[in-house]
């Protein structure tokens, strides 16, 4: 029998500011950079040390700390019962070349808060409850994104992830065995382990919270998002003697391309999302003609149908364009939009009003694991504000006091879950 739940704030009393922003300050200067970011690509030597510093810090705790085929760090506090599932947490701990302190980083953090919260507390739960540092959410060096939950759920075949390379023709395989390396060994799980509920705290990454004044995102989903590679093959030529008639310009053809999928993804209520983040134009030389562009496209819409459609439309269109060069169009990544469960929205929002926390129902432009593991339990997000809204950029900065807040509604979510 469930006894009454307690009072918010049973466990939330126990999460603790200072820690949070210790570890979270700790955390940043792995990959630190000289304008206050991080850099700490997935895989990476400094991708490798975070996870090692979560692993010291789960051990000093006395949590067990297993990891999987692809390098996902599972951070466990027992429950009574350990015959039941977990319910789990967490985010990512690469960033973003130019990257701020606070995405994926905050999640996991605030995760570990609330197993500490949970321990100085002293409160059983009767299922375990875990925390996940997911390996290569961003899919900025490696695509696809999300390869750690994506696997871990079971959208992902792992032969596939691992000869992945980034744009030095460095495989997933090989950075994988050089960043486990950097920790201790621990236990390898399968992937697919059940999973009761998942919660996943992280900042807004947009302006909306902070517009509001609000202090807690209820998140009722994530947008759909398709990602290409494009690369176009010309032919290089002397800048001064080659008629244009007589060129295979891959920067004119790439040029012709960019501006009909402008107007493709044109959108009077600036709803649809497309960026070309990566552009490069090769061999780069002044006075040589092209022969190489290689580009990519982020496309996102809430809609499925125009996910769908839309992104359907890119490579036909890209094709059309080629001549006199060739093309070819690779889609790396592509995500239905998600809605969250209901209940677990309800839980997320009735800890903020508990708490006397401002809050407000919002969707996510942004990807997050919580988009592969909504498929697999019930799943969850909770936003906090960051500043001027900005993200994937090194001055990215969430306040002590906005931490606390979602690690506090974080923790008596959880506990409600999992107690
Ligand atoms: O791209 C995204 O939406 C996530 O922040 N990595
Ligand atoms: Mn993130
Ligand atoms: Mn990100
Ligand atoms: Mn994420």
Redesign the pocket.
């Known amino acids: 029998t469930m006894l009454a739940a307690p009072a918010f704030g049973t466990i939330a009393g126990h999460v603790r500011q200072e820690r949070l922003a210790q570890r979270l300050a700790d955390m940043g200067r792995i990959g630190a950079t000289v304008k206050g970011g991080v850099n700490r690509p997935a895989l990476s030597r400094e991708d490798g040390l975070a996870r090692a510093l979560l692993a010291s810090w789960a051990a000093a705790r006395g949590f067990s700390v297993e990891t999987d085929g692809i390098g996902n760090l599972y951070v466990r506090r027992a429950g009574s019962d350990p015959a039941l599932a977990p319910v789990m947490t967490g985010s990512h701990l690469d960033s973003q070349p130019t990257g701020g302190r606070y995405?994926g980083v905050y999640g996991v953090l605030a995760g570990f808060e609330v197993l500490e919260a949970l321990e100085d507390a002293g409160l059983p739960t009767r299922h375990p409850v875990e925390v996940v540092a997911w390996t290569n959410?961003?899919?900025s060096r490696f695509q696809p994104?999300c390869m750690g939950s994506a696997l871990f759920a079971g959208k992902m075949d792992l032969e596939m992830v691992l000869g992945c390379t980034d744009p030095q023709g460095v495989t997933v395989r090989d950075a994988l065995a050089q960043t486990l390396a950097l920790a201790p060994a621990m236990p390898v799980r399968p992937f697919g382990g059940p999973a009761a509920a998942y919660v996943e705290a992280h900042i807004e990454?947009g302006p909306r919270l902070e517009a509001e004044d609000r202090t807690i995102g209820v998140v009722s989903g994530i947008q759909g998002s398709r990602w290409f590679q494009v690369e176009v093959t010309g032919q290089e030529a002397h800048a001064g003697t080659t008629p244009h008639g007589a060129r295979k310009d891959a920067f004119q053809a790439a040029l012709r391309m960019v501006s009909a999928l402008n107007d493709l993804m044109a959108d009077p209520d600036d709803i649809v999302r497309c960026t070309f983040g990566r552009f490069e134009v090769l061999p780069g030389s002044p006075n040589t003609v092209p022969g190489k562009v290689i580009f990519t496209i982020d496309f996102r819409h809430p809609d499925a149908a125009m996910v769908k459609a839309r992104g359907d439309a890119i490579t036909p269109l890209i094709q059309a364009l080629a001549a006199p060069c060739t093309v070819a169009v690779k889609e790396t990544s592509t995500t239905s939009p998600v809605d969250f469960d209901p209940a677990v929205i309800d839980a997320v929002r009735a800890a903020a009003v508990g708490l006397g926390y401002s809050h407000m129902d919002m969707p996510s432009g942004?990807?997050?694991d919580a988009k592969f593991m909504a498929p697999r339990c019930p799943t969850g997000m909770i936003f906090i504000p960051c500043r001027d809204g900005i993200?994937?950029n090194e001055v990215e900065y969430a306040s002590p006091g906005h931490c606390h807040a979602g690690a506090a509604v974080l923790a008596e979510t959880l506990y409600r879950l999992a107690r």
């Open positions: 995405d959410e961003e899919g994104y990454q942004a990807n997050h993200s994937h």
